[in-house]
């Protein structure tokens, strides 16, 4: 089993709130991903990163911001929050080598902006 | 139009039936396919991965590509209702990192005992 986490399971946060999900992962693991995925419909790429200090945005546009200080920790942050942010946001790595094949997930953060 | 189109069900099947989920893709770089397998409130996990056409077997699971079609399957024999979840088809056109995954909405499939 995967370990990578994701804290908060689920936020329900007002309008204008800055927010921050956290993702962690214990596997040594160098690339990370969030993805976006609402109901009935695909996951959407939103940040990505490929090691310490580096982060990339994905195919799809987002206001969140994403940093990478340390390997093992990948926090999404929101500066302020609104209702077409809710959401659930999934947190990924993969194993350093293997290219994006084998991509280990957490077990998600739901988002409801009020 | 979509990259990879996969019908969101819900799909729902007896206990021990053959179970078939199918995507289409439109772009003929993909390589690399992949199933994932995500139970309500989980993330999606890795059940296969296959590289360009031909089967994969994985004890109860097969997974088929036919490049030419544009056409993946999945095949579950001896469904369980532990297999009950929403499966995602995946594709990427290189195994290289700077390779990036699509994925499919995801088909429901409920497995009555």
């Known amino acids: 089993e995967a370990d990578i986490y994701q804290t908060p399971r689920y936020l329900v946060i007002g309008t204008g709130k800055k927010i921050t999900l956290e993702c962690s992962q214990t596997?040594?693991?160098?690339?990370m991903y969030w993805y976006q995925q609402d109901p009935g419909m695909e996951l959407h790429l939103i940040h990505y990163?490929?090691?310490?200090?580096?982060?990339e945005k994905g195919d799809l546009s987002s206001e969140s911001t994403v940093s990478r200080i340390r390997t093992e920790h990948f926090p999404l942050t929101l500066e302020s929050a609104r209702p077409s942010h809710t959401s659930q946001y999934l947190c990924?790595?993969?194993?350093?080598?293997?290219?994006?094949?084998?991509?280990?997930f957490g077990p998600g953060t739901r988002l409801l902006v009020l | 139009q979509k990259e990879v189109e996969q019908d969101p069900g819900p799909l729902s099947v007896p206990e021990g039936a053959i179970v078939s989920l199918n995507c289409t893709y439109s772009?003929?770089?993909?390589?690399?396919f992949m199933w994932y397998r995500q139970y309500s409130r989980k993330g999606p996990e890795l059940l296969m991965y296959t590289y360009s056409s031909g089967n994969k077997e994985d004890g109860r699971f097969t997974a088929q590509v036919d490049k030419s079609s544009k056409y993946i399957s999945l095949f579950i024999r001896d469904s369980q209702p532990s297999d009950s979840a929403t499966y995602l088809c995946?594709?990427?056109?290189?195994?290289?990192?700077?390779?990036?995954?699509?994925f499919g909405s995801g088909t429901r499939l409920s497995i009555r005992p």
């Open positions: 995946a594709m990427s056109k290189s195994y290289s990192s700077a390779s990036k995954i699509i």
């Open positions: 990924a790595s993969s194993e350093p080598g293997t290219g994006e094949e084998t991509q280990y």
């Open positions: 596997m040594g693991h160098d690339k």
């Open positions: 990163s490929y090691g310490v200090n580096s982060t």
């Open positions: 772009n003929s770089a993909f390589q690399y």
